[in-house]
């Protein structure tokens, strides 16, 4: 499939809940005062100093400051500058975290001018690379090109390789806005992913390196994000060698080497047991997917879900005569076929699946289907195949139970609301843990939280089409 294709087909028809952005209006442009004037000159003569001799900025609109530590210069109005400077400290320590062999290249200078739309720059002495971000822009956008103008100056040919670089930068986008829970820790939402991986033919790493999406199309761009953040992720997890296997496939990309050869290259140092990378990749993503995977399941179908996942596929005549493949109860599979054997993998298979619903229902029906699981993995130690049906036996009787239970308490609850008054008097109090939670995250990073504020408040997205 052409992976261009393959993301606007995801972009539209798999995931039509994405949302487009609304940008905010546009904030004014204050005007510098003298005083911001003499400490723009004691910066600049502070980074005379360190021998990087940037040119003396005129008093003008707007403010410039020095990053020293970063070689970046920020160009707007004092509250733009503040939250761009926060928002290149987080993207640069998340590089120099996964990326330490381009963390010593800062070298070469970024000017980064936050303007209103239409606004030329200021006639200020150049000074390395120029990124230019309109005030109005989406978040994505503001960190997108955060991150592209680092990557810039940690690359050996940036002109040449920074777009093989683009999912990098998509990747570092989507951690910060899009893959944080409430308490700061890592909770990507990877169902469009899992989606693709159903559906077969997924892109490759050298796929992300080779095609690059901006996010003036945000609909294509989540998508992207989502691969990137996920191969990001699990390459940085990876060995490959004596390093992991996002260091060695940026090494390669970094040199020139066109993004599927990077791939292969980095592919073959880590290859074990000649296994494909296309079913490495499919499978590890899964298991990342599950580790990380935040849907509740509908508790109304678990039963039938559990039964589906157990069933065995078998090639018998249908009722027309032909061959073909029937599920069939594990429990009545031995009854009907006696020289029946399952292998170990077919077991492992069916282990992973419990497990993976085990994680997405309450935790009161999470011990039972733990029942399931442990069966089957007495089976793989030679457990007998009649033990092996009774356990299964009771594990089905502890599920049925939990449901009744969970059942039970869902409707004591909705019987006993009425008596608690208005709904929002009986969320009164999870409401104020729920603001209090959120004002010490808030007070975590204020710079990050207010940045990002400015594009949820009036800016509620619009329906897909």
């Known amino acids: 499939m052409n992976i261009a294709c393959f993301f606007l087909f995801l972009s539209v028809c798999v995931i039509p809940e994405l949302r487009a952005a609304n940008p905010p209006p546009a904030p ?22 360190d021998r990087l001799n940037p040119p003396t900025v005129p008093s003008a609109s707007g403010e410039a400051v020095f990053l020293n530590d970063l070689t970046i210069r920020l160009y707007g109005e004092s509250t733009h500058v503040n939250q761009v400077r926060v928002l290149l400290g987080h993207c640069a320590r998340e590089l120099d975290k996964r990326l330490p062999n381009l963390a010593a290249r800062k070298t070469r200078w970024l000017s980064i001018f936050i303007l209103n739309p239409g606004t030329k720059p200021p006639a200020l002495p150049p000074l390395g690379e120029t990124i ?27 002109d040449k390789t920074l777009r093989s670089f683009d999912w990098i930068a998509a990747a570092v986008t989507f951690d910060l806005s899009r893959a944080r829970d409430s308490r700061g820790g890592t909770s990507p939402d990877y169902r469009v992913i899992e989606t693709a991986l159903d559906q077969g033919d997924p892109p490759t790493p050298g796929d992300l390196a080779e095609f690059s999406i901006s996010p003036e199309w945000p609909h294509a761009f989540i998508v992207f994000a989502t691969w990137s953040h996920a191969f990001y992720s699990l390459l940085d997890q990876t060995p490959a060698g004596n390093m992991s296997a996002l260091v060695r496939f940026t090494h390669h990309l970094d040199k020139g080497v066109p993004p599927k050869e990077a791939w292969d290259k980095t592919w073959l140092s880590h290859a074990v047991n000649n296994q494909a990378a296309t079913q490495w990749l499919s499978e590890t993503t899964r298991v990342l997917i599950n580790r990380y995977s935040t849907r509740q399941h509908d508790v109304t179908s678990l039963m039938d879900d559990v039964n ?47 497990f993976a619903l085990l ?8 011990w039972p289907l733990a029942n399931y699981m442990g069966a ?20 089905e009787n502890d599920l049925e139970a939990a449901l009744k239970r969970y059942r039970g308490v869902l409707s004591l ?42 594009f949820s408040a009036g800016g509620a997205p619009a329906a897909s089409p």
């Open 132 to 158: 230019i971000i309109p005030v109005n822009s989406s978040a994505d956008m503001i960190v997108f090109s955060c991150a592209r103008g680092l990557l810039r100056q940690r690359l050996a040919a940036p």
């Open 413 to 454: 609850l909705d019987d006993m609301a009425p008596h608690y008054g208005a709904s929002d008097s009986a969320l009164l109090p999870a409401l104020q843990v729920s603001a209090e939670h959120a004002a010490r995250t808030r007070s975590l990073a204020p710079g990050i939280t207010r940045f990002l504020d400015r």
């Open 376 to 395: 089957l993995q007495e089976r793989k130690q030679g457990l007998s195949w009649e033990k092996f049906l009774l356990r299964l036996e009771n594990a």
């Open 308 to 354: 589906e996942i157990l069933g065995v596929a078998v090639l018998i005549p249908g009722p027309d005569g032909k061959m073909g493949y029937r599920k069939i109860a594990i429990t009545r599979l031995r009854a009907q076929f006696p020289d029946i054997r399952l292998d170990t993998e077919t077991l492992n298979t069916k282990e992973e699946k419990i």
């Open 359 to 366: 994680k997405r229902v309450p935790l009161s029906l999470q």
């Open 28 to 49: 004014a442009v204050a005007t510098g005062s003298p005083s911001s004037a003499g400490r723009l000159a004691g910066e600049a003569a502070a980074v005379s100093r």
